[in-house]
């Protein structure tokens, strides 16, 4: 069984580790980011609709996707607020959430490759304390208004 709640643990570590290093690590950063997001989000999806595994039926009740079978999200950042109505409408008010959710998916630019398909991507000259940012505000956001879920 997936532990997201640790993995969120260890890629934002690795995150922290990676930037320390004077080598050029850029592209491996923003991909374990990413991925350290996807965790985050899986794990309050876990938490907010009551289940344990993917494809069992959410136990929220009062809830618009109570009684509603719960699907993993894949790699889809924005499907898995969607799926937190409650979070999802605060995340939807909150434009500078938006904005920094969306550099962390796609840390190049929106017409590149998101988090995941950077690990195709050797190098880039792409400064790292933008997206840095961005994803210090969306782990702070998300941790912030994790009492909306509760």
């Avoid at 609709?49 to 790699?75: T, Y």
């Avoid at 690990?119 to 940012?133: A, F, L």
Wanted: overall charge positive.
């Amino acid at each position: 069984m997936e532990d997201y709640s640790g993995a969120y643990s260890a890629r934002k570590n690795d995150v922290f580790e990676l930037s320390r290093l004077q080598t050029d690590h850029t592209i491996a950063i923003f991909h374990l980011g990413g991925i350290a997001v996807e965790c985050r989000l899986k794990s309050l999806l876990f938490f907010y609709h009551g289940i344990s595994e993917w494809k069992h039926k959410s136990l929220r009740k009062k809830d618009s996707m109570f009684d509603q079978v719960i699907i993993n999200p894949k790699h889809d950042l924005t499907k898995a607020i969607e799926r937190m109505p409650d979070l999802y409408s605060k995340a939807i008010t909150d434009a500078q959430f938006i904005k920094h959710l969306k550099n962390v998916i796609f840390p190049l630019g929106s017409v590149n490759p998101d988090y995941i398909n950077l690990r195709y991507i050797p190098h880039t000259i792409q400064s790292k304390e933008h997206w840095q940012q961005s994803f210090d505000y969306v782990c702070g956001w998300l941790e912030k208004n994790e009492k909306t879920i509760r």
